[in-house]
T-cell receptor, first 113, second 115 residues
């Protein structure tokens, strides 16, 4: 069964600190892996998209890594800000067209001052 | 640009009532989809469309109908609302190009409560 597992389920960090969120997947076939940020009461917003040939991709203070061999990905947030408080969702696409997206349950990040 | 617009933002229905959730995009995207998001679960695909006149079922299609008469609009119809359909609904759109992975753009969501 295609699955995307994220850890931790929730995380609290102090403003200015770094953190890393994890994603493990068992999806076949694999086309690409996406990280989304979802603020409370809003729709998900794309942070990165990586294909199997990409190991690292950055978007500002967000850096995603992908190990297609171990089927693991991570999202590293540097110098966290209060506005980083959100749910971060790992999504694996089973085809290039994006018509077969498998969503993780998300990691809820709270950044406190 | 407006991107993906969903209406209404909030809705309360009585069991058995029908309604249509609206979704419109102004990016000329071929692909549009509807998801529901429930507490403790990832987003689940209800229906999707790869172009005007073409729709297909996703993971949880029962109780919902869709149609795609234009590129811009992709309404979701609840035929006879049930409490199990209480959820937050998201519409998304994206374009497809051979050899490229493209991001999906999501609307702001419709929070539906069925009593």
């Amino acid at each position: 069964k295609n699955q995307v597992e994220q850890s931790p389920q929730s995380l609290i960090i102090l403003e200015g600190k770094n953190c890393t969120l994890q994603c493990n997947y068992t999806v076949s076939p694999f086309s690409n892996l996406r990280w989304y940020k979802q603020d409370t009461g809003r729709g998900p917003v794309s942070l990165t998209i990586m294909t199997f040939s990409e190991n690292t991709k950055s978007n500002g203070r967000y850096t995603a890594t992908l190990d297609a061999d171990t089927k693991q990905s991570s999202l590293h947030i540097t110098a966290s800000q209060l506005s980083d408080s959100a749910s971060y969702i790992c999504v694996v696409s089973a085809n290039q067209a994006g018509t077969a997206l498998i969503f993780g349950k998300g990691t809820t990040l709270s950044v406190s001052s | 640009n407006a991107g993906v617009t969903q209406t209404p933002k909030f809705q309360v229905l009585k069991t058995g009532q029908s309604m249509t959730l609206q979704c419109a995009q102004d990016m000329n995207h071929e692909y549009m989809s509807w998801y529901r998001q429930d507490p403790g679960m990832g987003l689940r695909l209800i229906h999707y469309s790869v172009g005007a006149g073409i729709t297909d079922q996703g993971e949880v299609p029962n109780g919902y109908n869709v149609s795609r008469s234009t590129t811009e609009d992709f309404p979701l119809r609840l035929l006879s609302a049930a409490p199990s359909q209480t959820s937050v609904y998201f519409c998304a759109s994206s374009y497809y190009r051979t050899g490229r992975s493209t991001e999906a753009f999501f609307g702001q969501g419709t929070r539906l409560t069925v009593v």
